[in-house]
């Protein structure tokens, strides 16, 4: 079971105790891992063995997914409210400008981790932000359709669904290239927690105004990318590289939207690659 810790946060209507939920393991230089919308730590599972081997890795659930309280009224999903909670939920564990990895949303974090300088590096996974207006929509509607589906299907059918092959990618084949590969156990967790998920509606929301455009500079930056990611085409990793000029652009072969598990040899390599 996932550890926890408390910290303080204000908001307009005073302050406020976020409990965060995270997985630490190993030793070394500190690594954080940022899971995508509707997902939890658990994303990092197929990784974690090997990243530990040489950092300090500490998975969390971010606020408002898995098991982490959600923010409180009047503090709004964004990257202007999550990144300086992120930062204090690092002091909170004692940590000091770790090295950072993101997958989706959590890759998006991580890269503004990196503008403000809150991190030693950053591997960004897929990251959103830096999508046309049309692949936002498509995006946008297919986790819509996805968070619908893990609500409205009963438990008992999501469960007889994960044994099979063919159930697990009817579940999750939108966002792993080989949802086969996903254990009976892990994808009716995933989609209990994308079902569940507190800060889903609101980080979708916040999420229409992101572009993003800024450079990140004086850390090493490493955008990588599935070559058969199904909800943010590949082609967005060229506009990632314009966008951040010093970045280092990886290709991972046969990964969908959530590589971790698809080739997990490969992206630990790419993250520790990063972090050296």
Not at 150 to 162: G, S
């Amino acid at each position: 079971m996932a550890a926890k810790v408390s910290f303080s946060i204000e908001s307009p209507t005073g302050s406020h105790t976020l409990s965060v939920a995270y997985e630490r393991a190993g030793a070394g230089e500190p690594l954080l891992l940022l899971h995508g919308i509707g997902h939890h730590w658990q994303a990092w599972q197929p990784v974690l063995s090997a990243l530990a081997a040489e950092r300090d890795v500490i998975a969390v659930d971010l606020p408002g997914f898995g098991g982490s309280t959600a923010l409180p009224d009047g503090l709004s999903y964004d990257l202007s409210t999550v990144v300086p909670v992120l930062g204090s939920l690092c002091e909170a564990l004692g940590i000091e400008r770790p090295h950072v990895a993101g997958n989706s949303l959590g890759g998006l974090l991580a890269l503004e981790l990196g503008r403000e300088r809150l991190v030693r590096s950053v591997t960004a996974l897929s990251p959103a932000g830096f999508w046309t207006e049309s692949e936002r929509r498509y995006a946008f509607g297919t986790l819509r359709g996805m968070r619908f589906g893990a609500q409205n299907l009963p438990l008992p059918v999501v469960e007889r669904m994960a044994r099979t092959a063919v159930g697990r990618a009817a579940l999750t084949s939108t966002i792993y290239a080989r949802p086969g590969w996903r254990s009976p156990e892990a994808v009716i967790a995933e989609t209990v927690a994308l079902r569940d998920a507190s800060g889903f509606t609101e980080t979708l929301s916040a999420g229409r105004r992101v572009l993003f455009t800024d450079d990140v500079r004086g850390i090493p930056v490493t955008v990588a990318w599935g070559s058969r990611d199904r909800l943010l085409p590949r082609r967005q990793g060229l506009r990632a590289k314009h966008a951040i000029p010093g970045a280092r652009l990886v290709r991972l072969p046969g990964c969908g939207h959530v590589p971790m598990n698809d080739d997990p040899a490969l992206v630990a390599r790419v993250i520790l690659d990063t972090s050296s």
